[in-house]
């Protein structure tokens, strides 16, 4: 009696079954696998809160320009510092300097210099979100941008999402196994398609207020493994 060998896919996870010799001296010793991926997601609440703070200057002197940038960026972090927030969640370092240029009657003319600092915050008491970024609008930041909940210490959630992802993956080839009339024996392999890759908000410019009513939602930490299964009669 044949075997029949299909490839199935299921829910975007696909299985396959095969013959693959176990000993290239017997043609008859052969094993029956089936390999499948299993895939899941955990959910958990961000306990980090990420956003960056640019002050921009730009004028025909460099020196000028930097002292500018320099008594503004301390106004920054001195009112965001004022909430309780660490000096290490603070990074001030990244500065960038650029031609500044004007069109006049077609032609590009060098008027000066802009000058620009990235100042990164992190803060670890969510509750002060609103009440950080008023402060932080009343200081004359040029923008804030890449609004970012995270979870600090993400791999508890992984491992949990690698967990059910391998259980996923037999939980799928039993079933297929079942539906051929066959059963699930030892696993031969496993390998591991994703390391910690967490879903995040999309980066976007958010509306403050003075009250708290900015909540951090969720964040998904997604796992996804591929494992092959012998089968047996």
């Known amino acids: 009696m044949k075997n029949v060998f299909a490839i199935v896919t299921l829910l975007a996870s696909s299985a396959a079954l095969s013959f693959s010799p176990m000993s290239a001296a017997s043609t008859e010793d052969k094993v029956h696998q089936i390999s499948v991926s299993g895939q899941a997601n955990v959910a958990s ?3 980090l809160f990420q956003f960056s703070v640019y002050v921009e200057e730009q004028g025909e002197r460099v020196q000028d320009l930097n002292s500018v940038v320099a008594d503004k960026t301390q106004t920054i972090i ?23 240029y004007e069109h006049s009657n077609n032609q590009r003319i ?7 600092r990235e100042i990164n915050f992190t803060l670890r008491d969510i509750s002060i979100y609103d009440q950080v970024i008023d402060a932080v609008l009343t200081t004359g930041a ?8 995270v979870v ?13 992802a391998l259980k ?3 939980l799928r080839a039993s079933r297929m196994a079942k539906t051929l009339g066959a059963k ?9 398609n994703s390391g910690y890759s967490p879903m995040p908000r999309g980066r976007e410019v958010m509306m403050m207020s003075k009250s708290s009513d900015s909540l951090p ?17």
Do not use: C, H
Request: no cysteine; hydrophobic share 40%.
């Open 110 to 116: 060098q008027k000066g210099f802009k000058l620009s």
């Open 78 to 100: 001195s009112s965001v510092l004022a909430f309780g927030v660490d000096k290490k969640d603070v990074q001030s370092m990244r500065v960038q300097l650029n031609p500044w």
């Open 184 to 192: 699930l024996g030892k696993v031969i392999s496993i390998s591991e």
């Open 168 to 170: 996923d993956a037999k």
């Open 45 to 47: 609440v961000p306990d």
């Open 142 to 149: 040029s923008r804030i941008d890449g609004f970012n909940y």
């Open 152 to 164: 600090e210490d993400p791999q508890p959630q992984y491992l949990a999402a690698l967990e059910l």
């Open 217 to 233: 939602g969720q964040i998904n930490t997604a796992a996804q493994v591929n494992v092959t299964f012998e089968l047996v009669e």
